[in-house]
């Protein structure tokens, strides 16, 4: 199965980290956004696509990969995210760009969350918060749910 994972990981490399972790369950590759090759990406069987959360919402790095991809029958495709605050079940971080992928062809299966150290304002002043995170369970809970992907029909 050919897999790819697009990750934007800016602040503390967590993002990555959660990214590796997945990578090693699926003999995946892990590119930057600007290194997301679009013909590869339409080729893959499944595609990850995972950001640190900035306000709410997902990298616009990763965004704008998905919305320069033209629309067509695509794969699979997940989205990730680490974030220092816990998600919102109502308005998940992953939402909006799961919804992006499903418009581009792609067939969007689960999302993977966890916390992460953010040290962005007001929480810098703190010294930021999620210290320690990803923590061994969090990558362990990453490498479960990519385990949980490779084994989809």
């Known amino acids: 199965m050919k897999t790819v994972i697009v990750c934007a990981s800016v602040s503390h490399g967590n993002t990555r980290r959660v990214a590796e972790s997945m990578a090693e369950v699926l003999d995946a590759e892990v590119v930057s956004p600007e290194q997301a090759d679009p013909a590869e990406l339409a080729e893959a069987d499944l595609v990850g696509f995972g950001s640190g959360v900035f306000y709410q919402r997902l ?6 990969v998905v919305k320069a991809l033209p629309a067509g029958r695509r794969g699979r495709a997940f989205v990730f995210a680490t974030s220092g605050l816990p998600e919102i079940p109502l308005a998940p971080f992953t939402r909006p760009l799961a919804k992006l992928l499903e418009g581009k ?5 689960e999302s993977f969350t966890c916390r992460a150290l953010d040290t962005m304002l007001p929480f810098k002043l ?3 918060i999620g210290k320690e995170r990803p923590n061994a369970a969090d990558l362990a809970a990453a490498r479960a749910f990519a385990e949980r992907l490779r084994d989809m029909p």
Request: glycine share 22%; proline share 7%.
């Open 59 to 64: 990298h616009p790095r990763l965004t704008d």
């Open 126 to 128: 703190v010294g930021g």
């Open 105 to 109: 062809g792609f067939e969007v299966h």
